[in-house]
């Protein structure tokens, strides 16, 4: 187990401090090695890096006593959640604290008459989803993982279906969190708008944990749309799929996913999940709205799909059909991993304007034509974002290498496209190195921002911001 | 010309000041009467409040310098775009300079390919309008007024429009904003999504000039749709009117705008823009999508309304009678002011969860019922959004305290369901009383943002956040 090595390791925990945890929270503060080897992981590829205890509260109280005694010692805190997250946001880098939220899982109340929802920050997105069912409902951000909703919250994410229904930030109405002071916060209302105050959901909104431990989050939802198909369609060209997701949007089709998957991820899929899909460039498409409306927007669908060269559109309204198709979408990161016994994925995150996104995957794609490793790419190409699957060997430094490498410049030419180095994955550690391109004078205000909130940076430092 | 009571007069401007922006702007700086007289008034009922100076820059190096000399001599600058607020937002309540974006009016790209557009904080929506239609694509957020884009997103604006396409918060991908130390900041990039860094343009949005002067935006854009047809409907009950639009919302029917006015607002523009509808509680709505959708969309609305006793459900898809019903609904607040010459109008904002919406405006319309003068209901109800136009003689102190009464109760009311006291008009000076409870610890989390941003508290002193 290695700790980050530009840290010093941090000292043992003050005794005092731990006692007052233990005396409210039991054996829900815990410095058990094999908890604390859970908490110092993530899906990224960063090495394991453990608290020094992990503390379970299970309600917002709680959270502020914990948060209090941090603040007294000056203990870092790092909320973590399902640890899915890819860029290394739940290592423990500078010691301290693992705030585990995922005893804090309660639905509190499902409101179909307001189509919203509150839940404590440690329920997970499918059992929000069976909630959700039980009223008619569904959440749609659909970052593929099993995270829980404050860490989607906190990490920005979005996924499939954000061409339609958006990130995070636009499905989120309001929250609770606890302030690095210990002060228990609700920003905005229920109220579907409103212009009073500063927007302190959305700057929580992908603060990664450096602002605040959010324990609470009322989210918007939508009815499950009468009508909902799917399609599948196959390219002779990569360039050609993305022109065909490019134009959909282009032409206002309100599509409720297209995802690329280029020829070596359908090939991946198809072993793992049985599809049979000819090994080629794919797009999958969703469609929602009424009977009458999903067929109209997969007849456009197919019409601009073959103007650019696409093969066998295939529709699939049966749900079974449709579940098969995303399911194995949903599964492709398994299916990389399945390609090389005992690798691991690195994932790379870049977002362009969707007019350079063909250039952009183009370029990309014939850079990795050499990599010395699988490189599947799977793309939500109707936002201009698109993953490169890089699947290594974790035991390889040469490959560890050449897949930052590769990120490097696929960053950097996202950069120059006007895009961002990351759509949704967030910073963590993993991409601080390009904040200061990025962002430049803004980044100075995040700082000052943080100062703010959080003077003495307990609130899981060592993340987003890169070291002044 | 009467400066706010609270405050002191300000200290006459330092001649080097002075003497340091006129070398640069030449006669783009004035303390020309009339001019000061001008940036004094907004359309709120707060009694007149000029600046010192008035300046008109010409891009952001000219903003940055201004700023620089005013955080050097400690001046406030209070940024001007079209004086169309609503809550004093651009009244010099502590003096300075009055930061004119008028001659910031050009419309810099228009990029059909990535649907969006950048625009000078100037531009005003209609000539954006304007200069998009050329290429077959709108901008969605309509707050009614002909405000600068810039105005706009200060504001956090929202409008008709706001069921379906989202207030400014959802259709703004970066800003390029000047800070309260002279740095020019970009927020965000051109592409669609990003999970990198804290949400500094969220953060702008809303922000009233008070965290940095906006500069230049970049803004989504949308396909002029192939269908959009308009209709109307009247209701013998508000209640009716208003349950028909929040099932209309509940059910999760596309529409782009559904505006109620009750029957004294339709009678005020009955008689101001030669409708005839009848003076009853009344819906106007509006759908967009392709002919068939459309068509659908309206079948579902014309369904819901006659559930609810709605009366001549009439659609209107030919684009002159389309104009002439939202004509009429732009010009309400015209029409009001035309209720009782030389009057003024006072507009309340309040906005609730939908659930709430019916409940909210019926005891409202039972509270107004004996005012002592004309207060016409109208509202985005597809939000929970409405607004009383309370049509006071601006020269009677009795009918002011009865309309703030009235707004005090309006906004109890709104709090006490959960919702906003303000939807889409913003804080300003006239619903600061209201910062506290509505946000609780939140506002001191605003207070230390804006300790962090602007320290001297030079950009727009006094507005958003009451006095600690």
């Known amino acids: 187990m290695t700790h980050s090595s530009a840290v010093a390791l941090p000292k043992d925990l003050p005794e005092n401090f731990v006692g007052e945890l233990q005396s409210f929270l039991g054996d829900r503060f815990t410095q058990s090695e094999s908890v604390l080897d859970l908490h110092g992981r993530d899906e990224s590829y960063f090495p394991p890096t453990p608290p020094q205890a992990v503390v379970f509260p299970q309600n917002a109280d709680e959270v502020q006593r914990i948060v209090r005694a941090c603040a007294s010692s000056g203990i870092p805190i790092v909320p973590f959640g399902a640890g899915s997250s890819l860029e290394g946001h739940v290592l423990a880098i500078h010691g301290g604290i693992s705030l585990d939220l995922t005893e804090m899982h309660r639905i509190v109340e499902v409101r179909p008459d307001d189509l919203d929802v509150t839940v404590q920050a440690g329920v997970t997105r499918l059992q929000l989803e069976k909630a959700l069912a039980e009223h008619g409902l569904f959440f749609p951000v659909d970052p593929g993982a099993d995270a829980t909703l404050g860490g989607m919250i906190a990490t920005g994410a979005s996924g499939t279906t954000t061409v339609r229904y958006g990130t995070m930030r636009e499905n989120v109405l309001c929250l609770e969190v606890v302030l690095a002071n210990g002060d228990i916060m609700r920003t905005g209302t229920r109220a579907k708008k409103s212009s009073s105050g500063y927007d302190l959901t959305r700057l929580m909104i992908g603060s990664e944990g450096t602002l605040g431990v959010i324990t609470e989050a009322t989210l918007k939802v939508h009815g499950i749309p009468e009508g909902i198909s799917a399609a599948v369609c196959s390219f002779p060209e990569l360039a050609q799929a993305v022109q065909t997701a490019v134009e959909l949007i282009q032409w206002g089709t309100p599509v409720a996913r297209v995802e690329l998957l280029d020829e070596v991820q ?76 005992g690798a691991r994925v690195m994932s790379t995150d870049v977002c362009v304007p969707i007019s350079r996104l063909v250039e952009c995957i183009t370029e990309t794609k014939a ?57 949704e994955h967030g910073i963590g550690i993993g991409k601080q190195v390009w904040m200061e391109r990025e962002h430049g004078a803004a980044l100075d205000a995040m700082r000052a921002i943080k100062l703010a909130l959080d003077p003495q940076s307990i609130l899981n430092p060592g993340k987003i911001l890169p070291p002044a």
Do not use: C
């Open 266 to 341: 359908i090939d991946a899929v198809n072993r793992h999940s049985g599809l049979d899909q000819p090994v080629q460039p794919t797009l999958f498409f969703e469609f929602h709205g009424t009977e009458a409306g999903v067929e109209e927007h997969a007849r456009t669908a197919a019409g601009i799909a073959s103007r650019h060269g696409g093969q066998n559109f295939r529709s699939a309204t049966a749900a079974g059909e449709r579940h098969t198709l995303w399911q194995a979408r949903h599964e492709a990161y398994f299916a990389d991993l399945a390609l090389r016994p």
């Open 367 to 423: 850079e990795i034509a050499t990599a010395s490793f699988p490189v599947p790419i799977v793309g939500h190409v109707g936002d201009g974002n698109f993953h490169l699957l890089l699947v290594i060997d974790p035991n390889s430094e040469a490959e560890l290498e050449e897949a930052k490498a590769l990120n490097r410049s696929l960053v950097e030419r996202a950069l120059s496209m006007g895009g961002t180095s990351t759509g």
